[in-house]
């Protein structure tokens, strides 16, 4: 059964990091490229970053260039995302995904909360 489990999130203060993890199974993870969405109450779902199969090729929204990090570990099936300097405007719930070629459909993870507030 495919499945995308993401952890981490939680209460930041402005200017603090947090770590989000995301462990795939039910695929070949490095066969995919994979994403983190976010979404903000009364807002749309947004793309925050990519990263391609082999972790050679990275893309990020330009509100988090430079402050966040996206990578991943193939022989763990792990996508991380790094945050550092968060500000309120971050909060979100984080969503790790992916798009089955084969289904045809995209794939998400359960969400995990991520709250910058003082």
């Known amino acids: 059964q495919v499945q995308l489990v993401e952890s981490g999130g939680g209460l930041v203060q402005p200017g603090g990091s947090l770590r989000l993890s995301c462990l795939a199974s039910?695929?070949?993870?490095?066969?995919?490229?994979m994403r983190w969405y976010r979404q903000a109450p009364g807002k749309e779902r947004e793309l925050v970053a990519s990263?391609?199969?082999?972790?050679?090729?990275?893309n990020y929204a330009d509100s988090v260039k430079g402050r966040f990090t996206i990578s991943r570990d193939n022989a763990k099936n792990t996508v991380t995302l790094q945050m550092n300097s968060l500000k309120p405007e971050d909060t979100a719930v984080y969503y790790c995904?992916?798009?089955?070629?084969?289904?045809?459909?995209?794939?998400w993870g359960q969400g995990t909360q991520v709250t910058v507030s003082s």
């Open positions: 995904n992916f798009y089955a070629t084969v289904a045809a459909r995209n794939i």
């Open positions: 990263i391609t199969t082999t972790g050679d090729f990275t």
């Open positions: 039910g695929f070949t993870f490095s066969n995919v490229v």
